[in-house]
Nanobody, 121 residues
C-alpha cells in the first residue's frame, strides 16, 4: 500500500514563495513519476506539473518559470517549489504518484490528501 502525505501549504502574499512536500511510503519511490495538481473553489482539478522517474519535467504554461518539481529519493519525498506566487495560484494542491505520470489525473495511482495554498495580501 502506497501512502502520500503532502504538506507545506499556507498563506503567502503575492510575489512570495512556498515549498510543498510530498512524503511517499510503501513502495520504491524512485520508480514513480510524481505529479502535482491543484483545485480552486468551484473549479475542476488542474494539472500543474510532473517529474518523471527519469528526471524529465513538464509544467502547465501558467506556472512555467515559477514552479519547480524536484525529488529526493533518499528521503522518499517530492517537492513543489513555488515562486512569484499570484492570487490565481490559490487552490488545494495535491501530489500524486504513478508509474508513467502525465497531465491527466487518471494516469496516477496514488494521491495525497491535499494542502491549502492561499495567496493574498
Amino acid at each position: 500500500q502506497v501512502q502520500l502525505v503532502d504538506s507545506g501549504g499556507g498563506l503567502v502574499q503575492p510575489g512570495g514563495s512556498l515549498r510543498l512536500s510530498c512524503a511517499v511510503s510503501g513502495r520504491a519511490f524512485s520508480g514513480y513519476a510524481m505529479g502535482w495538481f491543484r483545485q480552486a473553489p468551484g473549479k475542476e482539478r488542474e494539472f500543474v506539473g510532473v517529474l518523471g522517474w527519469s528526471g524529465s519535467t513538464y509544467y502547465v504554461d501558467s506556472v512555467k518559470g515559477r514552479f519547480t518539481i524536484s525529488r529526493d529519493n533518499a528521503k522518499n519525498t517530492a517537492y513543489l517549489q513555488m515562486n512569484s506566487l499570484k492570487a490565481e495560484d490559490t487552490a488545494v494542491y495535491y501530489c500524486a504518484a504513478g508509474r508513467f505520470g502525465g497531465a491527466s489525473w487518471s494516469q496516477y495511482d496514488y494521491w495525497g490528501h491535499g494542502t491549502q495554498v492561499t495567496v493574498s495580501s
